[in-house]
């Protein structure tokens, strides 16, 4: 998804020079189109991430749109309060780019895994999330950030290797059916969406009927467009991500609010992690996120739902 | 306005039962200067893109920063009553959108230099031509994000950066030098790639002469000074980083601050 992030936030900055790129020195391959295209609008902090938090704040206090890259863990939790004090306490207009979101960057180890972003961000009063599914998805959230400034994170996993959308949908409604179907609702946000409509696809075989609904954007968590598209049914959620505090979690404190009661089952990386080491792949079937997990816990749900 | 800074300070803290008086005291004097014509901001000019801008990066001086702005005309000096108490306005650790003239909140230290960095670089540019000048304290370059924009800062030239180090020597404990000594502090800068200008902080003078143009660099001011300048008590006394004057303590000092 990184690819495709570039060619729209490159193609809105030529022509608009108060959208600024700023990276902690990541990005290799992807960014250097725009860092030769538009200089100007292009920093590379190098590797400190704190520093470049509360820069792009500065940055974006003189009427600018910071776009603010690096992966998943370095421009979260290393920069927590330079985000939490500059950017979102202030209302500034910085969208962190949060690249190799989850597992995407497996065998590099747990340094470089993103599994509890999620949560540490959902806190932070005045940010808006967004965690796109595919290319399509990224680009809609971008035109929603370039629209409307304000603090937002924007969390890219890998890109599915088919594209979840045939164009780019409107992400303001925050939640968008992927794929129709009666017997419960699995929910899903980011790359993993594909992976649930792969099990879909398999539970459709043995005669299960199970709707797929994207939800790009974390918060505002859109509630009213989950209850209405879902229709009563009972919920699965699928998430790359702890399943602290994250989108599971999100979903289960608005149920809450809305004293609306479904059956919910939250699938996602275990909180206390996993004793394994591996690819995206292997990790993900390890957290039951793959598609023969998903297909397992859909059975198991709507068995434990009788 | 210095003086009469240091009093309402004293004053505020006392009602306040608050903190961090010592802190303000030092650095009183070089924030008066700064809103004395150094940088180019005004209660009138405070939402002006092109003004000057101030960060105090040492939020803990609030109740000094708070005075001086009142005192400079950025809001009414009757405010001064709802510094630390309920409901009120003005709280322990400078807060933006409270009162005009804040343009960072801050409290943690280290993030005042990158702000600045920001605005500093965006300016550069633009090519707009404006100041920005941040406040930290000595205990402050304890803090890596401070050298990590002292790099940055040096990298992009950005002479239009001017960091002003309220050197007066003490932190939490005990002295800067026995927590985790800087010196030789000025040497440092040199080495990032500053101009570096020592000066004496309560220096009125030679404060302004230190804080004009700089050269093709970003410069750092660091400027000597005492904690608690003004109240003999206070002076150099670590106790005064948390202490909160009492009535005695009160009377004492505004008698010693009313007859300079």
């Known amino acids: ?306 | 306005m210095a003086q009469l800074a240091r009093a309402s300070a004293v004053r505020m803290v006392a009602s306040g039962k608050a903190s961090h008086i010592g802190s303000s005291l030092s650095m009183i004097d070089i924030l008066s200067v700064l809103y004395s014509g150094v940088a180019n901001v005004s209660p009138s000019s405070i939402n002006s893109p092109l003004r000057d801008v101030v960060i105090v990066s040492k939020g803990h001086a609030a109740a000094g920063t708070y005075a001086v702005l009142g005192h400079a005309g950025f809001f009414p000096e009757s405010w001064f009553e709802e510094f630390c108490i309920d409901g009120g306005r003005l709280t322990g650790h400078v807060t933006a959108g409270t009162v005009p003239g804040i343009e960072l909140s801050t409290g943690s230290l280290g993030h005042g230099l990158a702000f600045g960095s920001g605005i500093a670089i965006s300016a550069q540019r633009d090519g707009d031509n404006r100041r920005i000048f941040v406040l930290m304290s000595d205990g402050e370059c304890d803090e890596g994000s401070v050298w990590e924009t002292a790099l940055f800062a040096a990298h992009h030239k950005l002479n239009n950066l001017t960091a002003i180090i309220d050197r007066n020597g003490l932190q939490s404990f005990e002295s800067t030098e026995s927590t985790l000594a800087l010196e030789p502090l000025d040497a440092k800068w040199e080495a990032f790639g500053w101009q570096v200008l020592h000066v004496d902080g309560h220096d009125h003078r030679a404060l302004k002469e230190a804080l004009k143009s700089p050269g093709n660099k970003p410069n750092v001011i660091v400027a000597e000074t005492i904690k608690g300048k003004g109240v003999s008590f206070m002076e150099g006394q670590v106790a005064w980083h948390y202490k909160s004057p009492n009535d005695v303590e009160l009377g004492g000092a505004l008698s010693e601050l009313d007859s300079d």
């Open chain 1, 1 to 306: 998804m990184r690819t495709a992030l570039m060619r729209r936030i490159t193609d809105s900055a030529s022509s608009d020079p108060s959208i600024m790129f700023v990276t902690g020195d990541l990005g290799f391959s992807v960014v250097e189109e725009f860092r030769d295209l538009l200089p100007k609008q292009f920093i590379n902090c190098g590797v400190a991430e704190q520093a470049m938090m509360s820069m792009a704040a500065g940055i974006a206090s003189t009427n600018k749109r910071v776009f603010a890259y690096s992966i998943s863990n370095f421009a979260t939790f290393r920069c927590l309060e330079q985000i939490r004090n500059d950017i979102t306490f202030h209302g500034h207009s910085v969208c962190i780019v949060s690249v190799g979101a989850g597992a995407s960057y497996g065998t590099l180890g747990y340094s470089h895994h993103g599994l509890e972003d999620l949560a540490i961000m959902r806190v932070l009063p005045g940010m808006r999330i967004f965690s796109p599914a595919d290319n399509y998805e990224t680009s809609s959230a971008i035109d929603a950030f370039l629209d409307e400034p304000g603090p937002t994170y924007l969390r890219l996993g890998r890109a599915p290797a088919t594209q979840i959308h045939a164009g780019v949908p409107n992400i303001s409604r925050g939640a968008l059916e992927v794929r129709s179907g009666s017997d419960a609702s699995i929910l899903a946000t980011g790359s993993v969406v594909s992976a649930c409509l792969s099990a879909a696809e398999s539970l459709s075989d043995s005669g299960v009927d199970v709707q797929v609904v994207s939800v790009p954007r974390i918060k505002p968590f859109p509630i009213g467009q989950i209850l209405e598209l879902t229709q009563g049914r009972s919920l699965i959620t699928v998430e790359e991500h702890s399943t602290t505090g994250g989108f599971g979690s999100a979903l289960l404190e608005s149920l809450s609010s809305q004293r609306e009661s479904r059956f919910v089952s939250v699938l996602g990386f275990p909180p206390e992690g996993l004793e394994v080491h591996g690819s995206q792949g292997f990790l993900n079937k390890a957290a039951g996120i793959d598609p023969s997990g998903i297909v397992k816990s859909v059975i198991d749900h709507l068995r434990a739902q009788r």
